[in-house]
């Protein structure tokens, strides 16, 4: 095995100049790499065979930076995620029309494109493409494109409408997205190919149309039932009032901060309303997340909090009844502290047969947290049980809000009366007003199954 481990590295394009012994590295590097690995996998699952759309405009591609976001896009490419890169031009068409002395034109943040702008707009999505399609083209040894065969593929995917006269200003050849060759764009994909689209529309008569990116890239997104839209911009997500970067919203609650226009950073105006239509219209996530992030893209998809902000329809944060589907997601909480012994040990059959009596919490389709409600009904009592949340999650207050849950549930019953088992969170529940109680105090089935040995503490709480 050693022999074959040490020709695969003389044979690999990316080990050739390694040196014979790497550089040691730390246990704790080391040990975080492994974590990293491990708590991306989940995500490489889920992602893997999934459309992603990449928005960006044509700063990016004039930035230096720009080649690790194509390391990036390569990297996605090669998880199996299924891309559609979309680009614009802007700053590349303002040197173009600077350099021949042609004047600028916008309305309502919008170019108005005439015919010597148009020609401009077309020399400069000539050449941003160009780049793209060059850098995604390369396979350096040493690089983290080595070995990448990428196949970049861009046409004529749009058809295009005159956007007409908008508030008094004809607007000329800037269009709007009439039709999407989905068909076109879904065998690409599934020949392995980047699909590029520039922000040019063509019209059954034979015109183009000058498109804009956020436009191109939502419709786009939404028509090709994408799972992510993502943003590349100058800032790294939204923040509210007093600046606090925000790592999740739901469409609702970006649209009240909309409302509030002066307060939002100028890209954020312009990208957030596009992420909203998104996601409002079947794609399951968009993201905004700032291109001067190295590594940004990576971040945002394969940690639990990102760099940026995520936007779905609804929130991402919710709790619910649990199914038979949610077995596994709850061992994975509860089986850690079952080995601890802070939760009795229940068998997976056992917690199958009793899992309409258990509620979830859930987050971004994940199972962070989880509790039960027994119900002793004939003396109107009810235990808390198997109350549970992801580590990752402890100081965001879910423990508290399935506690809620049950208390409503357990009113709705009828009961007068919660208590809980517990022997090493007895502060916990005294924070919320739970009380010392004792064994006699328990359900007379409870304490016939009461566990001597364990030696649980009685805790107590009256619904009102």
């Given amino acids: 095995m050693a022999t074959y481990n040490r020709a695969a590295r003389r044979n690999s394009p990316t080990m050739s100049r390694a040196p014979e012994v790497p550089p040691p590295a730390s246990s704790a590097t080391m040990r975080a790499f492994v974590h990293w690995i491990r708590a991306a996998a989940p995500y490489v699952h889920a992602f893997r065979g999934k459309t992603f759309v990449i928005a960006f405009g044509g700063e990016v591609v004039a930035d230096d930076s720009f080649l690790g976001v194509v390391h990036d896009i390569n990297l996605l490419v090669s998880l199996g995620i299924r891309l559609v890169v979309v680009h614009g031009c802007r700053p590349q068409v303002e040197a173009i029309l600077k350099q021949q002395s042609i004047p600028s034109r916008y309305a309502h943040g919008v170019r108005v494109t005439d015919v010597d702008a148009m020609d401009c707009v077309l020399e400069a999505a000539g050449q941003v493409r160009a780049r793209i399609e060059a850098l995604l083209s390369l396979g350096l040894a040493g690089s983290p494109m080595a070995g990448a065969r990428n196949r970049v593929s861009a046409g004529n995917y749009l058809t295009a409408k005159p956007m007409g006269i908008v508030d008094g200003v004809d607007m000329q050849l800037t269009g709007e997205v009439r039709r999407i060759d989905t068909e076109a764009i879904q065998q690409r994909l599934d020949d392995g190919d980047i699909v590029l689209i520039s922000p040019l529309g063509y019209s059954q008569t034979g015109e183009i149309f000058n498109l804009t990116v956020e436009e191109v890239a939502t419709q786009v997104a939404v028509r090709m039932n994408a799972q992510k839209l993502i943003f590349l911009m100058e800032t790294d997500g939204v923040r509210n009032g007093r600046r606090q970067l925000l790592s999740d919203l739901s469409t609702r609650e970006a649209e009240a901060l909309l409302s ?14 596009a992420a909203i239509r998104a996601c409002d219209n079947g794609v399951k996530r968009a993201h905004l997340i700032s291109r001067h992030h190295d590594g940004a893209l990576l971040l945002e998809l394969f940690t639990r909090d990102g760099v940026g902000t995520m936007l779905a329809a609804t929130a991402l944060a919710n709790i619910r009844n649990a ?4 077995a596994g997601g709850i061992i994975s909480i509860i089986e850690p502290l ?26 971004d389709n994940h199972i962070i947290g989880c509790a039960a409600l027994y119900a002793f009904s004939d003396e109107r009592v009810g235990e808390l049980a198997a109350l549970a949340v992801h580590p990752d999650f402890q100081r965001e207050g879910y423990g508290e809000a399935l506690l809620q849950e049950i208390e409503q549930r357990a009113r709705k019953l009828r009961l007068q009366k919660l208590f809980v088992l517990t022997t090493k969170t007895a502060h916990w529940f005294l924070e919320r007003g739970f009380r010392t109680g004792t064994i006699a105090d328990l359900p007379q089935q409870k304490q016939s199954l009461y566990n001597y040995r364990r030696k649980s503490q009685v805790y107590q709480k009256p619904l009102q």
């Avoid at 509030?260 to 309303?273: I, N, Q, Y």
């Avoid at 199914?323 to 949610?326: A, G, L, R, V, W």
């Avoid at 601890?340 to 509620?359: N, W």
């Fill in 260 to 273: 509030k226009p002066a307060k939002l950073a100028p890209d954020v105006r312009l990208f957030l309303p």
């Fill in 338 to 363: 079952e080995e601890q012994g802070v939760l009795v040990r229940r068998s997976r059959e056992r917690l199958e047969s009793e899992i309409e009596r258990f509620i979830v919490a859930e987050y």
């Fill in 323 to 326: 199914t038979i589907d949610d």
